[in-house]
């Protein structure tokens, strides 16, 4: 069941081997003195608070190989982000600012650099590391190592065999050490590729341990509400993400509809986890044709009912597109700059438009639950009421050139906005 307190969390997402500048593809040795992105976190949260968020979600903190996801030490600070003291005086920066910290979990695959396999490979298909992976001993790779079962076609992204009670005690201890540490829950990466009955078991355990902790599974489409039912609090809704920009892309509100009844169906036994941009996607205001249309997705992120995240600098309105070759997350993940004083002019009025709805969201904590009533839909226009029990709000969007006067006494501009409650 998910924690009470999710209930008034606005996420701040942060991928921090990025946001430090630091060398995610291992090009050069490590630069003595270099970028700590825990410390530098740490001077960016009256940022995020101010923002009008209450969490901090971090891709991954722990070693790893290069970018982060090919993990080598999951019980150690990659030392690219800083110190064990940096991620314990992060956590300390974050109690006294009522943030709650989410950390991204790894529990899927390993890096080739994970200790248990390459014991596994020194010691043999009999060993007892061996029973942590799927290993084809019979057929050999161009290192002359056995063919490893990987994530996606990415060999060095080594698939953990999740039927073991070996790696589901590791899987535990992880969550827990983190848990023990001062995080408040997982994000939990690429739950989609692993069985459900093995998060079952998982999240079973580490709630005995840890009741308030938030496990949220990454799932990009197919049966959302069964990971909740394995134990999960909730999962991350890239449904409603693709409608919402695609929808303003193509001035079709009626794909958005469709998608709103899916998502408000799901609300019936959870609250997605609600975004419009990540680490994983271009950037929302590269993504929109019109950037007029920025505030109407955010207007969706906003009022719609779920657990809202900001992907860092999309508050700033960065921009940035993925590329699917070697090297093409990148521009999705820059590195932040030194101070505030450093960000561009022209963000500033985006990140304005954040606080405000924000702060609207922070007086109507109900819209968490709320279900959704269409009060009138058109290619171009679309108002809607959020309601739950005797508490409304009521919103128009319009991508049109004319004035959308709504069913309910909204009207909004011409390509803007309008919501009142």
């Known amino acids: 069941m998910e924690p009470d307190w999710v209930r008034h969390a606005i996420w701040w997402q942060v991928y921090p081997l990025g946001f430090a500048g630091a060398d995610v593809h291992r090009t050069g040795a490590p630069t003595p003195g270099g970028p700590r992105a825990l410390e530098k976190l740490t001077q960016w949260l009256d940022y995020a ?87 084809d001993w019979d057929h050999r790779d161009a290192a002359g190592e056995p063919r490893a079962r990987d994530f996606e076609g990415h060999p060095e992204l080594v698939a953990l065999h999740h039927a073991s009670p070996a790696v589901e005690d590791h899987v535990v201890a992880v969550m827990n050490h983190w848990l023990a540490r001062g995080a408040d829950g997982w994000r939990l990466d690429a739950a989609y590729a692993v069985p459900k009955d093995f998060w079952a078991r998982v ?122 070759r070697a090297g093409g997350d990148d521009a999705v993940r820059p590195a932040f700059p030194p101070s505030e004083a450093d960000l561009a002019p022209e963000g500033w009025a985006t990140y304005r438009l954040h606080q405000d709805l924000i702060g609207l969201r922070r007086r109507h904590p109900w819209l968490h639950r709320a279900r959704l009533v269409t009060d009138h839909l058109a290619n171009g226009m679309f108002a809607y009421t959020m309601r739950d029990g005797e508490q409304h709000l009521h919103v128009a969007l319009n991508l049109t050139d004319d004035v959308f006067d709504t069913p309910t006494g909204l009207s909004a501009p011409p390509h803007g906005w309008a919501v009142s409650g």
């Open 203 to 324: 999240s079973a355990r580490v709630k005995g341990e840890h009741p308030q902790a938030y496990l949220l599974g990454e799932v990009i489409h197919g049966d959302y509400p069964g990971y909740v039912q394995s134990g999960l609090d909730s999962v991350t809704q890239y449904e409603l993400w693709k409608a919402v920009w695609s929808s303003l892309n193509d001035r079709n509100f009626f794909e958005l509809s469709w998608a709103l009844k899916r998502h408000d169906e799901l609300v019936e036994s959870f609250a997605p986890f609600t975004f419009v941009g990540n680490h994983d996607v271009t950037r929302i205001a590269s993504r929109l044709g019109d950037a007029r249309h920025l505030a109407h997705a955010l207007v969706l992120l906003f009022t719609l009912a779920g657990t809202p995240a900001v992907y860092y600098g999309d508050e700033q309105a960065f921009r940035g597109v993925k590329e699917d």
């Open 49 to 135: 608070t101010r923002l009008g968020c209450n969490g901090l979600l971090l891709n991954p903190v722990s070693a790893s190989s290069t970018h982060g996801y090919d993990t080598s030490d999951p019980f150690r600070v990659d030392e690219r982000l800083g110190t064990e003291q940096d991620f314990d005086a992060l956590v300390a920066a974050c109690r006294e600012r009522g943030l709650k910290l989410l950390l991204d979990g790894v529990f899927n695959h390993v890096g080739r650099d994970f200790p248990q396999f390459r014991a596994a490979l020194e010691y043999g298909p009999h060993s007892a590391e061996a029973g942590w992976f799927d290993l």
